[in-house]
């Protein structure tokens, strides 16, 4: 079904007003590889980083990334270019901050508010740590096609105790670690880690049974703690761990993490979701 590579995915191209658009692929669906991929939505990373290369691309900024968020204001449609208008809110020389708005038509999916920032010498305090288990030591593990959504056949998943899926962890904290990396094995860069971010399934789903309660991303943050560069991770991989905070009142808080290969952070990402009602609920 897939069609466009990841990279083709996160190519945006000057429309000649100010604005950067890129083309939506079925292929990037959130919806199960079961479904029909139009009834889903575009992938939520997808739009992440989307948004994120529109405001480097269109306002030309130098700086790494520090910090995205993102509101999931309406799906997008499948087979329809989606603009993106990146607006410079202030920028200094070393800090700037952008607005991003990106939709079809006049109908807005998702807005975005970006901080790019450039390293200088200062105190260090690193105590996000971590020591999983060499990822050249874990299986591959593919999402079942009949729950996976179409986008995860982009990422290549490696889970340290197993997926957990449908109530794993009941009666245990409700977290989950996997390295991933994006199928093309490009050197990890900001874009493919926004994607890779928001490349799990809910973590409350390992302390439910099943079927799992859907939901939909209402928005996401994400800082990024380290500048990227081809030599951090040549192959793409980065270890993640993610923790169900708060599920309740038809709402899920979760957070998340990332390392280097070699252990050192990379990201913190925190993700509200709003629950769906229960079919015939």
């Excluded at 480097?56 to 993106?84: C, H, K, M, N």
């Excluded at 708060?246 to 990201?267: F, K, N, S, Y």
Aim: hydrophobic share 40%; with cysteine; aromatic share 8%.
């Amino acid at each position: 079904m897939t069609t466009q590579t990841l990279a083709q995915a996160l190519t945006l191209t000057d429309d000649g007003s100010g604005g950067l658009v890129a083309r939506l692929d079925a292929g990037f669906s959130n919806a199960p590889q079961a479904m029909d991929p139009t009834k889903g939505a575009p992938f939520g990373g997808l739009m992440a980083a989307l948004a994120a290369g529109a405001a480097r691309q269109g306002l030309r900024i130098e700086a790494p990334l520090q910090t995205l968020s993102i509101q999931y204001l309406a799906a997008a449609r499948f087979g329809e270019a989606v603009r993106f208008s990146p607006t410079l809110t202030r920028g200094g020389r070393n800090v700037a901050y952008a607005h991003v708005l990106g939709g079809q038509d006049e109908r807005a999916a998702v807005q975005a508010l970006a901080t790019f920032g450039r390293d200088v010498e200062g105190p260090a305090l690193t105590p996000l740590v971590a020591e999983p288990p060499p990822v050249a030591t874990l299986p591959a593990t593919p999402m079942n096609p009949s729950f996976g959504p179409w986008f995860t056949r982009h990422i290549e998943h490696r889970f340290v105790d197993g997926p957990r899926l449908f109530g794993e962890n009941a009666g245990r904290s409700p977290e989950l670690g996997c390295w991933m990396r994006c199928v093309d094995g490009a050197p990890l860069d900001e874009l493919r880690l926004l994607f890779l971010l928001d490349g799990l399934y809910p973590t409350y789903f390992t302390a439910f049974p099943a079927p799992p309660a859907i939901s939909t991303s209402v928005d996401l943050r994400a800082d990024l703690l380290a500048a990227l560069t081809p030599e951090t991770s040549p192959e793409g991989w980065a270890y993640f761990h993610f923790w169900s905070r708060d599920v309740g009142g038809g709402w899920a808080v979760e957070d998340g993490a990332a390392w280097t290969p070699d252990g050192r952070p990379l990201a913190v990402v925190r993700q509200r979701r709003k629950i769906l009602p229960a079919r015939g609920g």
